[in-house]
């Protein structure tokens, strides 16, 4: 049954951009829902227990009918905040790699050009739901956004960069200012960590 890793720093070390009690809920209570009531889902089915979250995902449509929209929701839940928390730190300044940074420039011309794409594909996201920067089967990069807990793993498509904008990742510092929370979280991504998700198969 599916379990959650610990965070990689403390509730409190990506403040003043992300406050520790924002953090706190964020982790203990939404991703922990997400995770008790996904192994709620599977536990009806035994033969789909041993499956990773990413193969159910990339399975969606064949999986049986009954769970299905519990294994979109609270697998995907799951699955785009585990990425969310791995790919933000508190330590300064990280870069992209060089291959990262020259796909990123083939697809998008710049990093700025790509940051303002990203960033407005966050920002017109129309009620909950996440930003992404994928990697497609092809090997190019995209950028867009999913409703809810959608994930790209759905779509065949592997997610290497996504900012939660659902309010309760940022309201209690920004309120109704999501522009503002996009833009100071470009200051907390892991370059490190996408640049190695980038490379991996």
Avoid: C
């Amino acid at each position: 049954m599916f379990t959650q890793k610990e965070l990689p720093y403390q509730f409190s070390a990506l403040e003043p951009i992300i406050d520790s009690k924002t953090m706190e809920i964020h982790f203990t209570k939404h991703h922990t829902t997400y995770i008790t009531k996904l192994n709620d889902a599977l536990s009806t089915h035994a033969e789909l227990q041993e499956k990773a979250v990413e193969e159910l995902l990339t399975d969606i449509k064949s999986l049986p009918e009954d769970i299905r929209t519990a294994i979109q929701n609270h697998g995907g839940g799951h699955a785009n905040h585990t990425l969310f928390w791995e790919i933000m730190t508190p330590e300064k300044e990280t870069l992209p790699s060089a291959d990262l940074v020259a796909a990123i420039n083939s697809k998008f011309e710049s990093i700025e050009a790509f940051k303002e794409k990203f960033s407005n594909a966050a920002l017109t996201k129309f009620g909950s739901g996440w930003a992404w920067l994928v990697v497609k089967p092809s090997g190019e990069l995209d950028v867009y956004s999913t409703a809810n807990q959608d994930s790209p793993l759905m779509q065949g498509d592997k997610p290497i960069l996504g900012l939660d904008v659902w309010e309760h990742a940022y309201y209690l510092n920004y309120q109704n200012k999501r522009a503002d929370y996009i833009s100071a979280w470009w200051k907390l991504v892991n370059w490190n960590k996408v640049s190695e998700l980038f490379t991996q198969p």
